[in-house]
């Protein structure tokens, strides 16, 4: 049942950035039907692939956030006795109290499964579970089929779906879990890169604004001992907070003062240490 | 029919495994790769499993594919192939089979040799029919497709066109950073400390356990039967002691602060004592050595579940380790060789490692290091090394 042939392929999307390295391996993993494994630094858009491969290619996407908590059996389905419970007392909805079917929901590997068309499953943080979900769960997306033990049915894929996997974590995962995906790191952007993803978010972005901001964030990214780098996501968020401050001047930030330091430094430590740089910098 | 470029892989320390070297060739059999470009990537997201691997892989694929010419494939190199093969063989038969296209049974059923045959047999197989692909690995490592050309479908990329040839852009190593010999930031050490945990249900059962609940009231056939459980808590102790005297630890000054900071938000229950080279009858409090002297056998009174970490680069003049009054400090002499409280302390402390900022490479220089070594495990104080060292903290 499984569809075979890759007739399409992925070419980036309309929010997202895509460099050439990237998207062969996207391809060569669709084509040999294996997961792929993302890791990087946050806000380097590893969630944003997932997206914007659905997108480009027009398949539904369906997000596992993984949660530390998580038993893979709640990203496969779920028995909802709870319900089931509550209409043997009362017994007042449509559904079929001796049917345990009306109380099966699919998780999210399930949905994928079950959908009627190939769907991109995006697999987030995935390090946040322990070992034996994540290589309990490469078992189930390996044969691509699972059991509802309660109802002794087996859930086979209609199409094996394209997975994503996303990983935030310095440590590797375990060795079987990545014998069988293909890996990518995706490294911070370059300046030009950047510019590109910038220009994406801003289209009318005032010159001046991008070249003040983008080598004040990069001069940023490099005092020492930050335990939370901005990235990405936090460079998109401060140039919009600049450009709506109608008293923002980009001549001004040359010369010292940094403004919404905030939005790019989330932990208090590390912020005291921006402003530090910030003051120091305006002194000379 | 890169066989060679998995065994200089192989050879450079980087962890391939047969099968995902099966895979790359099925890549190559479905025409999935039609230009060195495309080999250096798809390669490497077959093959590479880490980042840290990178820009080793990067350096080995560059001295591959800079214009020289493929050797013939001899059977010189495959004793290390079988090898690996062999035992990804006994380890995991299911993958093995379905990257030789053979069902699992059939696998179990051959005898070595036969597998190293069927193997043999695959590669030449690909071999022949590669016969093209070969010259234009040779040819240089210029791709003739042409760069982004080689999407006939039509896909096209946005972002950054990469007029370099893949041999170019691993010379550049861009991933240098990420190399396993790269220092050791907070945030590694973050990561690999996290597995040092220790959650046990402690205190009275005053939770739901919402999940047993439900299960136990379904079996009850609906009656309502409500189960508690314990908490989970954190319960691990842990005792940091560091060497911070004496010049010969001043060069690792910032790896050591890198830890302690660390340990200090990571762990709720810590003590942090200092020594100097050694331990003798006391532990510091103060990393003055000073004010807050422990005796040593007052250790006895911790948790013997806690977990001891020393650090220190255990190199010292022999005496000063095996002698009953070694210590430089007259009034540590109390007439007990420094060997012996570390031996106490071990074994008080079941779950203890030294973690040697020193170089393993160069650990058999020093004796210091291998008699301590014997009383400790001890570990480098890497990235590796403290992995080992937390996987030797937790195994019960």
Redo the contacts between chains.
């Keep these: 049942m499984e569809n075979k042939t890759v007739n399409s392929k992925f070419s980036g999307a309309s929010q997202y950035i895509l460099d050439d390295e990237l998207a062969s391996i996207v391809n060569v993993s669709m084509a040999l039907e294996m997961p792929l494994l993302l890791k990087g630094e946050p806000g380097t858009g590893k969630t944003m692939l997932a997206h914007a491969i659905a997108e480009s290619l027009k398949m539904p996407l369906i997000v596992l956030n993984v949660k530390s908590s998580m038993k893979l059996v709640d990203a496969l389905y779920q028995y909802d006795t709870l319900t089931r419970l509550n209409d043997s007392r009362f017994g007042d909805s449509s559904r079929d109290v001796s049917k345990i079917e009306d109380y099966i929901k699919m998780g999210k590997i399930g949905q994928a499964f079950t959908s009627d068309i190939r769907t991109v499953l995006l697999i987030d943080e995935i390090d946040k579970a322990d070992t034996d979900f994540q290589d309990d769960m490469l078992d189930v997306l390996d044969q691509m089929e699972f059991d509802i033990i309660e109802i002794d049915r087996t859930i086979k894929s209609k199409y094996r779906p394209v997975i994503v996997i996303t990983s935030n974590a310095k440590k590797d995962l375990s060795d079987p879990f990545l014998g069988r995906c293909n890996f990518h790191h995706i490294a911070f952007p370059d300046p030009e890169m950047m510019r590109k993803i910038v220009m994406v978010h801003f289209p009318d972005i005032d010159s001046n604004l991008m070249e003040t901001a983008m080598s004040t964030f990069f001069e940023l990214r490099k005092i020492e001992a930050i335990e939370k780098k901005p990235a990405t996501r936090e460079l998109i968020n401060w140039i919009r907070a600049l450009k709506t401050d109608p008293d923002f001047n980009p001549k001004m930030m040359g010369k010292g003062d940094i403004p919404f330091l905030g939005i790019l430094f989330k932990k208090s430590q590390d912020y005291k240490k921006a402003v530090n740089f910030s003051s120091h910098r305006n002194s000379n | 029919m890169f066989i060679d470029f998995f065994y200089q892989l192989k050879n450079v320390g980087i ?1 391939v ?1 047969p ?2 070297f099966l ?1 790359l060739q ?2 190559l059999n ?1 025409g ?2 039609n230009s060195i ?2 080999f250096y ?2 390669a ?3 093959l ?5 691997y ?1 820009d080793v892989y990067d350096q080995a694929f560059a001295h591959r594919f800079q214009g020289v010419e493929l050797p013939e494939y001899g059977g010189l190199m495959l004793d290390e192939v079988t090898r690996a093969l062999l035992e990804e063989w006994l380890e ?1 038969p299911a ?1 093995l089979a379905a990257a030789l296209d053979m069902e699992e049974s059939d696998l179990i059923n051959l005898t070595p040799e036969e597998l190293i045959e069927y193997f043999k047999k695959r590669l030449n197989d690909q071999k022949g029919r590669h016969k093209g692909g070969r010259t234009w690995i040779g040819t240089g490592g210029t791709s003739p497709v042409g760069h ?1 050309g ?2 006939p ?10 007029n370099k040839s893949a041999v170019k852009v691993a010379m550049e190593r ?2 240098k950073d ?1 190399s396993r010999r790269g220092p050791l930031t ?3 050490m ?3 400390l ?2 040092l945990r220790n959650m046990i249900p402690v205190g009275p059962k005053d939770t739901v356990n919402i999940d047993e609940t ?2 136990q ?2 079996k009850n056939g ?1 009656e309502i039967e409500i189960v508690f459980s314990r908490r989970l808590k954190d319960r691990l102790k842990v005792i940091l002691a560091i060497d911070n005297g004496g010049w010969s630890m001043d060069t690792y000054i910032s790896v050591v602060q890198t830890l302690f900071d660390y340990a200090r938000d990571q762990f709720k229950d810590l003590k942090t004592y200092f020594f100097h080279n050694t331990v003798y009858d006391f532990l510091w409090e103060d990393p003055s050595r000073i004010n807050k002297p422990m005796r040593v056998e007052d250790f006895f009174s911790f948790d013997p579940q806690t977990r001891l970490i020393m650090v220190g680069d255990a190199s010292m003049a022999p005496y000063e380790l095996m002698a009953a009054d070694g210590s430089i400090h007259v009034e540590e002499r109390s007439g007990k060789p420094s060997i012996e409280q570390l031996k106490f302390l071990a074994q008080i402390f079941p779950h203890c490692v030294w973690m040697n900022p020193v170089s393993s490479q160069i650990w058999h220089h020093t004796p210091t290091i291998s008699t301590i070594g014997q009383i400790f495990p001890m570990f480098e104080l890497s990235l590796d090394g403290l ?1 080992g060292a937390v996987n030797h903290l937790m195994t019960k």
């Design positions: 962890p495994s099968t995902s895979t099925k890549a479905m999935l790769i470009d495309e990537t798809s490497r997201a077959i590479i499993k880490s980042e840290r990178f995991d993958s982004s080689y999407h479908e039509g896909m096209r990329v946005g972002g950054v066109s990469r861009r991933y990420y907070q945030d590694m973050g990561e690999a996290k597995r439900i299960y009231t379904m609906g992995e």
